[in-house]
Every structure is written in structure tokens, then in C-alpha cells.
């Protein structure tokens, strides 16, 4: 019997994870762009965390009916908050991000190497 030995998938999930934690290393160097990151962060955070107290105890004003018209604005909400966050610590989320995202296409891309045997 031959025995064929298999190429794997490319590995992605260190590499791209150590290209984040060396970017957000650049960002947390410039005091300038760190400092503007935090506020645009901050601005994320107090504008969706506004919208969820309008929702929950001004919910007959225009916003607050917008609001409630549906579970899709909270999502929205709460992607906001997300991203506030993304802004004020890049260097603590990003790489984490960055991991669980390429971990999935890993997982496609071994899949598919091993369905056409590369």
C-alpha cells in the first residue's frame, strides 16, 4: 500500500494574531492616537448607553418608540458598545478578535483541504 502524504491548510490564526499585537503595539506607542482612540471610544459608549436608558424609561419620545420597534436596535446597541470598547483597549481585544475569527476560517480552510486533498 502507498501512503500519500497530505499538504495542510496554512496556519493563520498566530501569524494574524501576532500582525494585531504588533499594530496595536504602534497604537499604544502614540500617545496622540491612543488618546483620540479613547474618546472616540468613549463617545461609542455614551451614545448607545444613552439610547438604552432612552429606550427603557422614555419609551413614549420618538427615539425611545424607534428603539422599541424592534430587538434589531438593541443588537445595534450593543455592537456599539463593542466597538467603543475595541477603541478604548485595542491591545487587550483586538488579538483576542483577531484569534476567534481566524480560528473559524481555519477550521473552513482545513475542511476544505481536506475535502480536495491538498
Known amino acids: 500500500m502507498r501512503q500519500v502524504t497530505l499538504a495542510a491548510a496554512p496556519q493563520i490564526?498566530?501569524?494574524?494574531r501576532q500582525a494585531i499585537e504588533q499594530a496595536c503595539g504602534y497604537i499604544e506607542q502614540n500617545a496622540t492616537l491612543k488618546t483620540l482612540l479613547i474618546?472616540?471610544?468613549?463617545?461609542?459608549?455614551?451614545?448607545?448607553?444613552?439610547?438604552?436608558?432612552i429606550r427603557k424609561?422614555?419609551?413614549?419620545t420618538p427615539v425611545g418608540?424607534?428603539?422599541?420597534?424592534?430587538?434589531?436596535?438593541v443588537?445595534?446597541?450593543?455592537?456599539?458598545m463593542l466597538t467603543g470598547?475595541?477603541?478604548i483597549l485595542p491591545a487587550q481585544i483586538l488579538p483576542f478578535l483577531t484569534s476567534l475569527v481566524m480560528t473559524l476560517?481555519?477550521?473552513?480552510?482545513?475542511?476544505i483541504a481536506a475535502i480536495f486533498h491538498l
Open 57 to 60: 424609561f422614555w419609551p413614549q
Open 75 to 80: 443588537i445595534w446597541c450593543i455592537a456599539g
Open 85 to 87: 470598547l475595541i477603541f
Open 39 to 53: 474618546i472616540i471610544g468613549a463617545v461609542f459608549l455614551i451614545i448607545t448607553i444613552a439610547l438604552l436608558v
Open 105 to 111: 476560517v481555519q477550521v473552513l480552510l482545513n475542511i
Open 13 to 16: 490564526v498566530q501569524p494574524s
Open 65 to 73: 418608540q424607534s428603539m422599541n420597534a424592534g430587538n434589531g436596535k
